[in-house]
């Protein structure tokens, strides 16, 4: 499996950024589909997760502020990113996780067994 994120760049305070995130080697249809991201010295931080379900869960800290889905017709997962601050920059990497994951895992890294290699996010103040 090999996932491929992209759509990182350089934003201002404020401004949008929309990741995408694509997979060959397993379709989304049958994944919980995830966003985590991770600064230097850091622990990788869950972020926002789609689960087969259509339900979408995020982190506290981007709730109101970033958007979920995905296209499983194109394999395709997006995270789009608005009102973004300095505090949200960090390199943004998908993930996929069983299909049956509960709403109580779904923050855990290690559910999640195939990754992408990560996109950088960086926001200006």
């Known amino acids: 499996v090999q996932l491929q994120a992209s759509g990182g760049g350089l934003a201002q305070a404020g401004g949008s950024l929309r990741l995408s995130c694509t997979a060959s080697g397993r379709t989304f249809s049958s994944s919980t589909i995830a966003w985590f991201r991770q600064t230097p010295g850091k622990e990788r931080e869950f972020v926002a997760a789609?689960?087969?379900?259509?339900?979408?869960h995020y982190s506290l800290s981007v709730k109101g502020r970033f958007t979920i889905s995905r296209d499983n017709a194109k394999n395709l997962a997006y995270l789009q990113m608005s009102s973004l601050k300095p505090e949200d920059s960090a390199v943004y990497y998908c993930?996929?996780?069983?299909?049956?994951?509960?709403?109580?895992?779904?923050?855990?890294?290690?559910?999640?067994?195939?990754w992408g290699q990560g996109t950088q996010v960086t926001v200006s103040s």
């Open positions: 993930a996929l996780g069983s299909g049956r994951l509960i709403v109580s895992s779904l923050w855990l890294k290690d559910n999640y067994d195939a």
């Open positions: 789609n689960r087969l379900s259509g339900s979408t």
